[in-house]
């Protein structure tokens, strides 16, 4: 059978299919005798219930189901015939002329794009590289030793200083008024942290316990509590306690309470290179991939099919209800959405989604079977168990398709990276983390 396939508006199509009326009442009368065998129904024992009494009560419903699996069917039929790709679900809706004992209908849809990818060898991309130095392995001890410290009573003539936790309580009004969030008792902080603004600190600073002040303080520009942003403030804040803190030597006490099994400083120092060259690894390749793919979307000439757009917002709507659920949101499944708040992100994700999948199409760049245990034994290596981790993801198809397309992400990043004109930039440890 020949498909006319009309063309309304770049990636948008629309053909006619025709059911036979015959076909439909056949199916829906033996559907309906099907139903009859188990409908239940007062003053009729199960299987006795009138084929008129059946039609009547179900007649629509089942006309409704047998139409749209005609369609659906007819559908696919036609799209196959046309060697169509087709992107979401078509609009079908009823035409009101047909010939004697059809029912004809037009199916709306769009098809997948053709993409072209211009030249990679023009694209220029900066490609990053950080190293892990001992000051960065120094940091990390530091914040391991604060996660660590313990905090003892100051006495009564000692003063506040960076490093002590202060607990003390503060109203602070505006105009003479009191505002949202702006009163606590019993508040601890630690000073010299950057925990509270920097002309808060400052004023609780050298104060002793048992002490009151009362101190202006001008909120910036750019504070997130906007109905006191801009403003200007005057608090009273009273010191009940002050502690100082302390941190735990760097010794095999302190490398075995980490877990250490050797128990040494050097090995400490050793085990925490390597979790921060893991980290800086997947940073560096995170922010590499990046730059690839913007350089390979910005080669690419495509139209994007606005049905996956629309899809794709809506699974990004789902996502953001279901981490507002996680959260403990109540009703978080019903929160109004718009979808239009996710068009733009959504439209880039499948734009980059038809790219790539073109590229690994004509570059043959599938993940192999080699490429992926090599991934999940690297993964597993961050975990005590390694080979029960490898065991957990062989046993499970999603976490192996999540693999594959991390696997086939790599690929194409190195294909590109391979091809484009690349600067090589050493970035600093503490930028690289920095980034998100």
Same mark, same amino acid.
């Given at each position: 059978?020949?498909?006319?396939?009309?063309t309304?508006?770049?990636?948008?199509?629309?053909?006619?299919?025709?059911?036979?009326?015959?076909?439909?009442?056949?199916?829906?009368?033996?559907?309906?005798?099907?139903?009859?065998?188990?409908?239940?129904?007062?003053?009729?024992?199960?299987?006795?219930?009138?084929?008129?009494?059946?039609?009547?009560?179900?007649?629509?419903?089942?006309?409704?189901?047998?139409?749209?699996?005609?369609?659906?069917?007819?559908?696919?039929?036609?799209?196959?015939?046309?060697?169509?790709?087709?992107?979401?679900?078509?609009?079908?809706?009823?035409?009101?002329?047909?010939?004697?004992?059809?029912?004809?209908?037009?199916?709306?849809?769009?098809?997948?794009?053709?993409?072209?990818?211009?030249?990679?060898?023009?694209?220029?991309?900066?490609?990053?590289?950080?190293?892990?130095?001992?000051?960065?392995?120094?940091?990390?001890?530091?914040?391991?030793?604060?996660?660590?410290?313990?905090?003892?009573?100051?006495?009564?003539?000692?003063?506040?200083?960076?490093?002590?936790?202060?607990?003390?309580?503060?109203?602070?009004?505006?105009?003479?008024?009191?505002?949202?969030?702006?009163?606590?008792?019993?508040?601890?902080?630690l000073?010299?942290?950057?925990?509270?603004?920097?002309?808060?600190?400052?004023?609780?600073?050298?104060?002793?316990?048992g002490?009151?002040k009362?101190?202006?303080l001008?909120?910036?520009?750019?504070?997130?509590?906007?109905?006191?942003?801009?403003?200007?403030?005057?608090?009273?804040?009273?010191?009940?306690?002050?502690?100082?803190?302390?941190?735990?030597?760097v010794?095999?006490?302190? &490398?075995?309470?980490? $877990?250490?099994? *050797?128990?040494? %400083?050097?090995?400490? /120092?050793? +085990?925490? @290179? =390597?979790?921060?060259?893991?980290?800086?690894?997947?940073?560096?390749?995170?922010?590499?991939?990046?730059?690839?793919?913007?350089?390979?979307?910005?080669?690419?000439?495509?139209?994007?099919?606005? &049905?996956?757009?629309a $899809?794709?917002? *809506?699974?990004? %709507?789902?996502?953001? /209800?279901? +981490?507002? @659920? =996680?959260?403990?949101?109540?009703?978080a499944?019903?929160?109004?959405?718009?979808?239009?708040?996710?068009?733009?992100?959504?439209?880039?994700?499948?734009?980059?989604?038809?790219?790539?999948?073109?590229?690994?199409?004509?570059?043959?760049?599938?993940?192999?079977?080699?490429?992926?245990?090599?991934?999940?034994?690297?993964?597993?290596?961050?975990?005590?168990?390694?080979?029960?981790?490898?065991?957990?993801y062989?046993?499970?198809?999603?976490?192996?398709?999540?693999?594959?397309?991390?696997?086939?992400?790599?690929?194409?990043?190195?294909?590109?990276?391979?091809?484009?004109?690349?600067?090589?930039?050493?970035?600093?440890?503490?930028?690289?983390?920095?980034?998100?």
């Open positions: 059978m020949a498909v006319t396939v009309e309304l508006e770049k990636l948008e199509r629309r053909i006619t299919l025709t059911l036979a009326a015959a076909d439909i009442n056949t199916e829906v009368e033996s559907r309906l005798k099907k139903l009859a065998r188990t409908v239940k129904a007062d003053g009729f024992r199960p299987g006795k219930v009138p084929m008129s009494f059946v039609a009547q009560r179900y007649g629509a419903q089942v006309q409704y189901e047998v139409v749209n699996d005609k369609l659906g069917e007819a559908f696919t039929v036609a799209a196959n015939e046309a060697k169509l790709r087709v992107a979401g679900m078509p609009s079908i809706a009823q035409k009101d002329t047909a010939a004697e004992g059809e029912l004809a209908f037009d199916a709306t849809f769009e098809i997948y794009p053709e993409v072209k990818i211009a030249d990679l060898a023009e694209a220029e991309i900066e490609r990053v590289a950080a190293d892990v130095t001992d000051e960065a392995i120094d940091k990390t001890v530091e914040i391991l030793r604060k996660q660590r410290r313990s905090f003892a009573q100051r006495g009564a003539a000692d003063v506040a200083a960076d490093g002590d936790r202060v607990t003390i309580d503060f109203e602070g009004k505006i105009d003479g008024e009191p505002f949202a969030g702006g009163k606590a008792d019993g508040f601890q902080f000073l010299g942290e950057g925990q509270m603004l920097e002309a808060f600190e400052k004023a609780v600073r050298g104060m002793k316990a002490e009151s009362t101190f202006p001008a909120f910036p520009a750019d504070y997130h509590g906007k109905d006191v942003a801009g403003k200007e403030a005057d608090f009273l804040v009273t010191v009940r306690k002050i502690e100082a803190q302390h941190l735990p030597e010794n095999e006490a302190f &490398a075995k309470a980490l $877990g250490i099994k *050797e128990g040494t %400083v050097e090995a400490l /120092r050793a +085990d925490i @290179k =390597k979790n921060l060259e893991r980290e800086v690894k997947f940073r560096v390749l995170a922010k590499n991939k990046g730059a690839a793919m913007d350089a390979l979307v910005g080669k690419a000439e495509l139209d994007v099919p606005k &049905a996956l757009v $899809g794709e917002a *809506e699974r990004m %709507v789902a996502n953001a /209800r279901e +981490d507002l @659920k =996680k959260r403990g949101i109540k009703d499944d019903k929160a109004p959405i718009p979808a239009e708040l996710f068009n733009e992100q959504a439209e880039k994700r499948v734009r980059l989604g038809l790219v790539v999948a073109e590229l690994v199409r004509s570059q043959n760049l599938q993940a192999k079977p080699e490429q992926l245990q090599a991934h999940i034994e690297e993964i597993s290596q961050s975990y005590e168990k390694p080979a029960e981790v490898v065991r957990w062989l046993s499970d198809r999603e976490r192996m398709a999540e693999v594959e397309a991390v696997v086939i992400e790599n690929n194409v990043t190195d294909f590109i990276l391979g091809k484009a004109k690349v600067t090589d930039k050493q970035l600093p440890f503490d930028e690289l983390m920095a980034t998100a």
